[in-house]
């Protein structure tokens, strides 16, 4: 007869082992690990400045973190720092308004919700936030509503990029509109002058009907491309090799 022969216990573990990790991982997604993605907890997009960073989630809110000494994380919190992303308070948002995107300056942030609407918070010493005030006590720790200042009643914002001390951004009519310091012409309407709520930025050397496809905002200048292909900077001084 032939004898049985018990099989090696390296290979009996090694056999369990095979068994139960695809079960422990099952079970262990399925009730201890929160899906990353499913709980919006993954950031799709993100900004940096000069010392602090945002991002959105997969549930349009908006989170921050770094230096907060100009209330920029806009979490409520004014002069507490972050080295982990805090939620941004909803400030003047409506309760059913998400973030779609979002851009962070020198201690400012601005972003756009999905109600079209441009929302900032941050320092507002040169009237960056785009809400009518400036100067000393006029930073907000939550989001405020940039007022419509040059832009028509039905035009709503398509981008928004916040720099150092200003804020430009483009509108559902491809037109550039800019607040915030205006020392240098940052803002592009012909003047050098401050404003604390959007202005329209001039047509400069572009074309009837070219309109503005993208624009960022630097630390004293800002620079935009046109629906033509061509790039514009400052007062909208076409740029050329």
Request: glycine share 18%; charged share 10%; with cysteine.
């Amino acid at each position: 007869m032939k004898r049985y022969k018990k099989p090696n216990r390296i290979v009996q573990v090694v056999f369990l082992v095979i068994l139960l990790v695809p079960l422990f991982l099952f079970i262990g997604r399925r009730y201890f690990i929160k899906d990353v993605d499913s709980a919006g907890t993954q950031l799709n997009s993100i900004s940096t400045g000069d010392n602090h960073s945002c991002g959105i989630n997969g549930h349009g809110e908006g989170y921050c973190w770094g230096y907060n000494y100009k209330g920029q994380l806009g979490n409520g919190n004014t002069g507490t720092d972050s080295n982990v992303p805090v939620l941004v308070n909803k400030g003047a948002m409506g309760s059913s308004v998400t973030f779609s995107s979002i851009s962070v300056g020198g201690s400012h942030t601005c972003a756009i919700g999905s109600d079209g609407k441009g929302y900032c918070w941050g320092s507002n010493s040169n009237g960056q936030l785009g809400n009518s005030s400036s100067g000393s006590g006029a930073d907000s720790n939550v989001p405020v509503l940039v007022n419509k200042g040059a832009m028509g009643s039905s035009v709503t914002f398509s981008s928004i990029s916040a720099g150092g001390s200003h804020t430009c951004a483009i509108g559902s009519d491809g037109e550039g509109y800019c607040w915030g310091l205006g020392t240098y012409g940052r803002l592009g309407n012909g003047g050098t002058s401050q404003s604390p709520t959007p202005v329209l930025v001039s047509r400069g050397a572009r074309n009837p009907g070219v309109t503005f496809i993208s624009i960022s905002a630097g630390s004293s200048h800002t620079c935009a491309i046109g629906s033509d292909g061509e790039g514009y900077f400052g007062e909208m001084v076409l740029m050329v090799d």
